[in-house]
């Protein structure tokens, strides 16, 4: 009786506890939905294999920064190194895949760099308690320096094979993304994982309570830092080289994604699916865009317009009596 009493109220608070998360979200997938509806009047391709095949690999790696700028969020951190990481995974792989260690020794030098990286840069933010935005910042510099060190310019080479596999006609990157986002649900199952929200939204009463705060905010950039270089790699699979500046416009793409899917900048609010809508939804603004003919001004300033809109709406109702 009592196992049945306890089990009860869990299920009861699970799905309030979600609604609470998915605050300005509801909002975000109808906005999404009628982008994603637009785009496939446009392009009746998209709704073929190929053609979706081809929208998922464009979406991919914004959905991974996206990701990796939403753990840390949550948390109530942030980085401004993500541009950067992400090159520095291109430039990894693009000059260790076609050498001797190959592809799986590649693959394992560029999540090496990307954990490496982000639990230096977690230790840092949460021992010393210094800013996460200053030091991702002096991170960005270091990293990017890095990146011009593997290669200083454009070069290197990724197995044709390889290129192939991730940026042909099959939906591997769709699959890719299926496979990561049940390994985040089974993460969130985990004590970091159940830490997570916790260590944002109340850290200093989740500590009291025995909760592992610090561990579980290294753990996030961390894992922050392997999407990043993950995201790096897939780029430099679609490109077949490396760029030591491929990345930089990841940064600011990956806030953007994650303040639309309703991340918040303070840490406990927000899910990663709705991360993943806003890199959906700034994935589709660019490709309705472009088939609409606007000028890239145009498309800078209607991104700027939609992103505000999407973020101001759900504040309107939270105010209305």
Do not use: C
């Not at 979706?52 to 996206?66: C, D, E, H, I, R």
């Amino acid at each position: 009786m009592s196992i049945s009493s306890s089990a009860k109220p869990a299920g009861s608070l699970y799905w309030p506890v979600q609604a609470r998360r998915n605050i300005g979200v509801r909002g975000l997938f109808v906005v999404v939905l009628a982008f994603l509806i637009a785009y496939g009047v446009l392009f009746p391709g998209l709704f073929t294999a190929s053609g979706f095949a081809k929208f998922t690999q464009s979406w991919f790696p914004l959905a991974l920064v996206a990701m990796a700028q939403a753990i840390l969020m949550l948390t109530g951190g942030i980085s401004l190194a993500i541009g950067a990481t992400v090159s520095l995974g291109a430039v990894i792989a693009a000059t260790t895949m076609a050498g001797p260690l190959g592809v799986a020794g590649g693959a394992a030098a560029v999540a090496v760099a990307g954990l490496g990286i982000g639990a230096v840069t977690g230790f840092i933010v949460v021992r010393l308690r210094l800013p996460a935005i200053v030091v991702t910042l002096a991170g960005s510099f270091i990293i990017g320096g890095a990146a011009l060190l593997v290669l200083p310019r454009p070069g290197g080479a990724i197995p044709e094979w390889l290129s192939d596999l991730l940026a042909g006609d099959t939906p591997a990157a769709f699959v890719l993304l299926v496979m990561i986002v049940l390994l985040w649900k089974l993460y969130l199952a985990t004590p970091l994982g159940l830490s997570l929200y916790a260590a944002g939204e109340n850290p200093v009463g989740a500590h009291r309570s025995g909760v592992p705060v610090d561990m579980a905010r290294v753990a996030a950039y961390a894992i922050s830092g392997l999407l990043s270089t993950s995201a790096g790699l897939f780029v430099a699979a679609q490109t077949g080289s490396g760029d030591p500046v491929i990345g930089n416009a990841f940064t600011l793409n990956s806030i953007a994604a994650a303040v639309l899917g309703g991340i918040g900048f303070l840490g406990g609010q927000g899910t990663m699916r709705g991360a993943l809508a806003g890199s959906l939804l700034l994935s589709l603004m660019i490709s309705v865009m472009f088939f609409l003919g606007f000028t890239p001004v145009a498309q800078y300033v209607a991104q700027g317009l939609i992103i505000i809109g999407a973020v101001a709406i759900p504040q309107f109702r939270k105010v209305q009596p």
